[in-house]
């Protein structure tokens, strides 16, 4: 919370599982909403007395994955006026093929449970143009992509040595009434300034020039590459 204005922000950030067969994306659903099981959370805050814990209670809710505390946080700007954002590694791209929840009662994937699932959340992605609500590239010949990697013979994950991962895995949401992308960052080391390319890239099909790009290199060390964004915070809290 910012002492003078009073703006309250959330943060919630999360890494779901990795895989890109159905039985992995449905662990990713089960990480985000459990359909078995429910449970009383609690938080721990510090007093003038020490560390106290205490039930979240704000809304008598019970949580059943992570969703719901990020639900949880949405609500909250009925009554503080706060910003919430739920950044997170989905190691899931928005059109994943739907999988089978609840018991079989529906389909979903990892995009439409956060998309559709909290109200008044949206994805940067979508309010910034690069996708439509549907998970669907706005572009008709190019698909917007945050990695760009293919592991090679000394990866510790043996079963994806030599795939090509190209997709939109990374993946941030906010109830903030706008946003806007930050396309590249100016950075300067001891002999150059460059200008390095912050998420999403954008290819015409994984293969040919995406082939060609691929990360980490010297000049992006990550094989993810960063997504940097201004959103505009709720109003101000009123006494």
Same mark, same amino acid.
């Given at each position: 919370?910012?002492?003078?204005?009073? +703006? %309250?922000?959330?943060?919630?950030?999360?890494? &779901?599982?990795?895989?890109?067969? *159905?039985? *992995?994306? $449905?662990? %990713? &659903?089960?990480v985000?909403?459990?359909?078995?099981?429910? !449970?009383d959370? /609690?938080r721990?805050? %510090?007093?003038?007395?020490? !560390?106290? /814990?205490?039930?979240?209670?704000?809304?008598a809710?019970?949580?059943?994955?992570?969703?719901?505390?990020?639900?949880?946080?949405?609500?909250?700007?009925?009554?503080?006026?706060?910003?919430?954002?739920?950044?997170?590694?989905?190691?899931? +791209?928005p059109?994943f093929?739907?999988?089978?929840?609840?018991?079989?009662?529906? +389909?979903?994937?990892?995009w439409?449970?956060?998309?559709?699932?909290?109200?008044?959340l949206?994805?940067? !992605?979508?309010?910034s143009?690069?996708?439509?609500?549907?998970?669907?590239?706005?572009?008709s010949? $190019?698909?917007?992509?945050?990695v760009? $990697?293919? +592991?090679?013979?000394?990866? =510790?994950?043996? =079963?994806?040595i030599?795939?090509?991962?190209?997709?939109?895995?990374?993946?941030i949401?906010?109830?903030?009434?706008?946003?806007?992308l930050?396309?590249d960052v100016?950075?300067?080391?001891? =002999?150059? $300034? *460059?200008?390095? /390319?912050?998420?999403?890239?954008?290819y015409?099909?994984?293969?040919?020039k995406?082939? &060609?790009?691929?990360i980490?290199?010297?000049?992006?060390?990550?094989d993810?590459?960063?997504?940097l964004?201004?959103?505009?915070?709720s109003? &101000?809290?009123?006494?």
């Amino acid at each position: 919370e910012n002492v003078i204005t009073k +703006r %309250r922000i959330n943060v919630l950030t999360t890494h &779901l599982p990795s895989g890109d067969e *159905k039985k *992995k994306e $449905k662990e %990713r &659903l089960d990480v985000l909403e459990n359909y078995d099981e429910t !449970w009383d959370a /609690k938080r721990i805050f %510090r007093t003038s007395f020490g !560390w106290r /814990k205490c039930n979240y209670g704000d809304f008598a809710q019970q949580f059943n994955g992570i969703l719901s505390f990020v639900a949880h946080y949405v609500k909250r700007e009925l009554y503080d006026s706060s910003t919430t954002i739920f950044a997170l590694d989905a190691n899931s +791209r928005p059109l994943f093929p739907l999988v089978a929840v609840d018991g079989g009662s529906k +389909r979903t994937n990892t995009w439409n449970s956060i998309h559709q699932g909290i109200p008044n959340l949206d994805s940067v !992605w979508v309010q910034s143009g690069k996708l439509l609500a549907t998970g669907e590239s706005t572009s008709s010949s $190019k698909f917007p992509a945050s990695v760009n $990697k293919m +592991r090679g013979p000394s990866s =510790n994950q043996p =079963n994806k040595i030599g795939e090509h991962q190209c997709e939109l895995i990374d993946h941030i949401f906010t109830n903030g009434q706008k946003s806007e992308l930050i396309n590249d960052v100016a950075m300067t080391n001891i =002999n150059d $300034k *460059k200008s390095h /390319k912050m998420a999403p890239v954008f290819y015409e099909s994984k293969e040919g020039k995406a082939e &060609l790009e691929l990360i980490p290199t010297q000049e992006m060390p990550s094989d993810h590459y960063p997504v940097l964004v201004d959103i505009m915070l709720s109003g &101000l809290v009123t006494e």
